[in-house]
């Protein structure tokens, strides 16, 4: 099973990334799917979730109107396009699958992703 995170990069502020994270070895469509960060010196954070059929989404409320995740279950892929972009955007961001039908951030997560580092310069 993988987890494989991509699409971070180096951006000025006001600017946009989309972040991919495509998985293997798994029933994707099975699996709610989450982004989390962790900027330097700082505590991992839940950023936004999205549940087996994307009929569910919740985001935090720093991201909330800016970012949105969405997901393709035929590509076994969760996406996070992240719009109007802030310096304290800057983190390495993961991804996390949980089976739990959930966009609970507290959630049991069974995989994650290694990270894409995301740099908002100002």
């Known amino acids: 099973v993988q987890l494989q995170a991509s699409g971070g990069g180096l951006v000025q502020a006001g600017g946009s990334l989309r972040l991919s994270c495509a998985a293997s070895?798994?029933?994707?469509?099975?699996?709610?799917m989450f982004w989390f960060r962790q900027a330097p010196g700082k505590e991992r954070e839940f950023v936004a979730a999205?549940?087996?059929?994307?009929?569910?989404?919740k985001y935090a409320g720093s991201v909330s109107g800016r970012f949105t995740i969405s997901r393709d279950n035929a590509k076994n892929t969760v996406y996070l396009q992240m719009n109007s972009l802030k310096p304290e955007d800057t983190a390495v961001y993961y991804c996390?699958?949980?089976?739990?039908?959930?966009?609970?951030?507290?959630?049991?997560?069974?995989?994650w992703g290694q990270g894409t580092q995301v740099t908002v310069s100002s």
């Open positions: 996390a699958a949980t089976l739990q039908s959930t966009t609970d951030w507290r959630a049991r997560f069974d995989y």
């Open positions: 070895g798994v029933t994707f469509s099975r699996y709610s």
């Open positions: 999205i549940r087996w059929y994307g009929d569910s989404t």
